[in-house]
């Protein structure tokens, strides 16, 4: 059973309604690591509702969390904005509303392409409108069971004047490290370390409480029943063992059911992107593929598996492995044991799967089309010709579309060298040797007729080339040179049926003509 549905009729015997909740601190770009939470929340909710079960799905952005640091991509002017709340920061293009919408907005329009529509809230507006008052209290009121917690749970000392709650000074616009003068809800007396002494507010977003106690009181607050989160996290005195404390001894709650979830590490060299020079992001991997092959890159794998990912030449065997559990999904032929990737199929699908197969076009074969043509009609032509498809329907189309966005992406940003190359608009300059040219020749008198497939033409520039007397690998080679002018290239046959026959003819004519024949 995919894991999806264990963790689903785990939840189904223990509550009556469920909750999944995931979320993420935008304070800069985003891991590909980030993505794999929203999947993996994703997939148990979609698994839920598959079974008809009573299921809620929030995603919360925790937009009143401070500025740590000023990150290598932020100027100097961040310095300043440092310890304050993300939402009060000015965003760093000047288009959004503040820094956390600067950096949340595209995260959120990419989980919405994976198929997440889950109900936002932003910690900010949750403080703003009272909404962890009451929780807030009780933390207050509990501070020493909660230090007494904290103590016991990571072995770490904590301070005598732990306060697990942190006004924002309005006069330095910072969240204090001063000190904590008294409290009477719903008022936080304190004295900042700028020398501004005031009261904050629990009821208004005047502070907040400090992330470990937050979390918990986000699931009391929402009622969480299940919360996907990486597995440092989960690590033994982790924040998901205060969690599960502070709700059980504090909040008087039962903790959510954990998703503990491994990382996504970014696979040896090409991932970087080579007109930003930053590492790939998770935007990056939703612009390389497909949301739905993305997704399936992820469900394929139990949740406590370690995921490499490669956005080199790897891209391409994550699309054929798609493919091919896609066409598992639609004619059968799967076997047993992997019945699972099925389900990792079904829930990678944003929409849920199609009624019918949808039209398949291999990626390796759309890297050579997409370099090869200059527009989208030309593309289809040649999908067209290649694939013998007479008719695409509209969805079809729409798929295809996509898939040749990402391609011409993937081939801008991130494939390596070997698979690129671009036809030349003229015979390149080469010195042709007599058994180079007697082989053109040949070629070119058999071209004329042969059938316009990719093996046909494989074979007959094979036997070309041996008849010729130089021999496959330098005919190949030659054929290589006169279009691309690289020694090597994408599969001949394959590489010469995508293109114009009479270009071809052309362009391996101008080989007789004396020009390219120098001595
Ligand atoms: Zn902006
Ligand atoms: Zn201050």
């Not at 790897?314 to 032929?333: H, T």
């Not at 079809?396 to 011409?408: G, H, I, K, M």
């Not at 590489?495 to 004396?514: N, Y």
Request: a negative charge.
């Amino acid at each position: 059973m995919h894991w999806a549905d264990v963790v689903a009729k785990e939840l189904m015997s223990k509550n009556q309604r469920n909750l999944i909740s995931t979320g993420i601190t935008p304070s800069g770009f985003i891991h590909v690591g980030s993505l794999r939470e929203a999947v993996t929340a994703r997939a148990a909710y979609q698994a839920l509702k598959d079974k008809d079960a009573d299921v809620g799905f929030i995603y919360i952005i925790d937009s009143i969390d401070p500025l740590r640091k000023r990150y290598p991509f932020l100027d100097e002017s961040y310095e300043d904005q440092i310890q304050r709340p993300l939402s009060e920061i000015p965003c760093p293009c000047g288009e959004h509303e503040s820094y956390v919408h600067h950096f949340a907005e595209p995260f959120l329009e990419a989980i919405g392409k994976m198929g997440l529509e889950p109900e936002l809230h932003w910690t900010h507006q949750l403080y703003a409108q009272g909404k962890f008052a009451e929780v807030t209290d009780t933390v207050i009121k509990s501070k020493d069971k909660v230090a007494q917690i904290l103590r016991e749970v990571t072995g770490r000392d904590v301070p005598s004047d732990f306060f697990p709650y942190t006004p924002k000074c309005p006069s330095c616009g910072k969240y204090s490290a001063g000190k904590v003068l008294g409290y009477e809800f719903p008022y936080v007396a304190y004295k900042c370390h700028c020398g501004h002494e005031d009261r904050a507010d629990v009821r208004k977003a005047e502070g907040k409480m400090p992330w470990r106690m937050e979390w918990a009181a986000k699931w009391k607050l929402f009622g969480v029943t299940c919360e996907p989160f990486g597995k440092d996290h989960a690590a033994a005195g982790g924040s998901y063992d205060t969690g599960v404390r502070f709700a059980r001894e504090v909040l008087m709650n039962e903790p959510p059911f954990p998703i503990p979830y491994e990382f996504v590490q970014l696979k040896g060299h090409g991932q970087i992107h080579k007109s930003t020079g930053s590492s790939v992001t998770g935007l990056d991997a939703l612009a390389i593929t497909p949301a739905p092959v993305f997704n399936y890159s992820f469900l394929r794998y139990n949740a406590d598996r370690h995921i490499d990912y490669d956005s080199g030449l790897g891209v391409l065997d994550v699309v054929d492995e798609y493919d091919k559990v896609e066409a598992w999904y639609y004619k059968g032929g799967v076997e047993e044991r992997d019945r699972d990737l099925l389900r990792a199929y079904e829930l990678a699908q944003p929409h849920g799967p199609r009624k019918g197969m949808p039209l398949q076009t291999p990626y390796r074969h759309l890297v050579q089309v997409v370099q090869i043509t200059s527009s989208f009609d030309m593309m289809l032509e040649i999908m067209k010709r290649t694939e013998h498809v007479t008719e695409i329907k509209e969805e079809d189309l729409e798929l295809l579309r996509q898939r040749a966005q990402c391609v011409r992406f993937w081939l801008d940003n991130f494939a390596p060298e070997e698979v690129k190359f671009h036809i030349s608009p003229a015979l390149p300059t080469c010195q042709l040797s007599d058994g180079e040219v007697r082989f053109f020749r040949e070629a070119h008198a058999k071209l004329l007729s042969v059938e316009w497939t990719g093996d046909k033409i494989h074979d007959l520039v094979y036997e070309c080339a041996k008849v010729s007397g130089v021999g496959a690998k330098a005919g190949f080679q030659a054929m290589y040179l006169i279009f691309i002018n690289k020694k090597q290239g994408p599969r001949l046959g394959h590489f010469l049926s995508t293109l114009d026959r009479s270009f071809v003819l052309g362009r391996i004519e101008e080989t007789f003509s004396p020009a390219c024949n120098l001595p």
